[in-house]
């Protein structure tokens, strides 16, 4: 049995693409930083058959990332797949002309460093298994620009640059790198971006293996309505 990492678990998303990728035969490994919430998700996916475990880890912190990985892939099976999916910080939000060098220390972080480290982490067992995939989440601020959201414009950009250039240097590997482009809110309603929605799509995007960029939804317009 290989294992499904999900950096950035929570009830959302992060729920519903364990379910699937559980019920598709993998192992789970949880990561975010509260181990209450770990184990309340580690519980209802026990629920559901799905073998998983909590593994508590800070994205900033690259020990602690680094060593919760090891720790998954040691006591759950080798890592397959990962999604890297964390939820930014609000304090990320600021407006371009509110941000200075400073501000952009944690989001570079969570969005850049956070991302290496778990590939390096991980890629070492996709190797030695011969396949893998890398899947990244994100706004659509990592393709649209945002000057209300500067931080996470920022950030996802350069986490973009990072995942598209994976997917180029380790496709002769079959290590297949992809992201995800959620332009929207994640809600239950939503015909394309509910949580249980966007969980398929990010497992045929594990196994069709088709191209870098994936959209969950068309971008909305950007130009103003044309007056009367």
Do not use: C, W
């Not at 929605?197 to 191209?211: F, K």
């Amino acid at each position: 049995m290989t294992t499904f990492a999900l950096i950035g678990a929570g009830p959302g998303l992060g729920l519903a693409t364990a379910r699937r990728f559980g019920a598709a035969g993998h192992a789970v490994a949880l990561l975010a930083r509260d181990p209450q919430r770990l184990d309340d998700l580690t519980a209802e996916l026990a629920g559901d058959g799905v073998e998983a475990r909590g593994f508590a880890a800070d994205v900033l912190d690259i020990e602690s990332l680094t060593a919760a990985l090891y720790a998954a892939g040691t006591s759950l099976g080798p890592i397959e797949i990962l999604q890297y999916s964390p939820v930014p910080r609000a304090d990320f939000m600021k407006s371009v002309l509110d941000t200075g060098a400073d501000d952009l220390d944690a989001p570079l972080a969570f969005s850049v460093k956070g991302p290496v480290t778990a590939v390096n982490a991980v890629l070492p067992g996709m190797r030695e298994l011969g396949r893998g995939t890398l899947l990244f989440v994100n706004g659509s601020s990592a393709v649209r620009p945002n000057p209300n959201v500067a931080g996470t414009s920022i950030a996802f950009a350069a986490e973009s640059a990072y995942a598209r250039m994976l997917h180029d240097a380790l496709a002769p590997e079959n290590i297949h790198a992809a992201q995800l482009i959620i332009p929207g809110a994640i809600r239950p309603d939503a015909e394309h971006s509910s949580p249980d929605v966007l969980a398929e799509r990010l497992y045929d995007i594990h196994a069709e293996r088709d191209g870098f960029r994936h959209y969950a939804e068309p971008l909305p317009d950007p130009r103003p309505e044309a007056t009367p």
